[in-house]
């Protein structure tokens, strides 16, 4: 099993930055693909970011996000983070960290995550 702890969250003003992290514990693949996911009340979960970890490193990231949303690893860690910046009131959510082992083929669709954290909230005023 794997247990994922995510941490970070909190309230900012639009155009502050937030820096969440994942830690993982438990079973450690060789190769896994990492990612945040987030929900905003009566909306559906979608993917932001994903890292795959393995013989190469490998990050992807939705459009709307891309140029302010950074995802990293530290492998000696089993953590994984989401450095989040330009911060815009649509991106107020839980934020959930997800994993699956093996490359991040559609992965910006949950379905295939077997694992999760148990959410952190954000939230961007204007």
């Known amino acids: 099993q794997v247990q994922l702890v995510e941490s970070g969250g909190g309230s900012v003003q639009a155009g502050g930055s937030l820096r969440l992290s994942c830690a993982a514990s438990?079973?450690?693949?060789?190769?896994?693909?990492m990612a945040w996911f987030r929900q905003a009340p009566a909306k559906e979960r979608e993917g932001v970011a994903a890292?795959?970890?393995?013989?190469?490193?490998?990050?992807y990231y939705t459009d709307s996000v891309k140029g302010r949303f950074t995802i990293s690893q530290d492998n000696a860690k089993n953590t994984v983070y989401l450095q989040m910046n330009s911060l815009k009131p649509e991106d107020t959510a839980m934020y959930y960290c997800?994993?699956?082992?093996?490359?991040?083929?559609?992965?910006?669709?949950?379905?295939?995550?077997?694992?999760w954290g148990q959410g952190t909230q954000v939230t961007v005023s204007s």
């Open positions: 997800a994993a699956k082992p093996g490359p991040c083929g559609s992965w910006s669709r949950p379905t295939g995550f077997g694992y």
């Open positions: 438990g079973y450690t693949y060789t190769r896994k693909c």
């Open positions: 890292i795959y970890v393995g013989t190469y490193i490998g990050t």
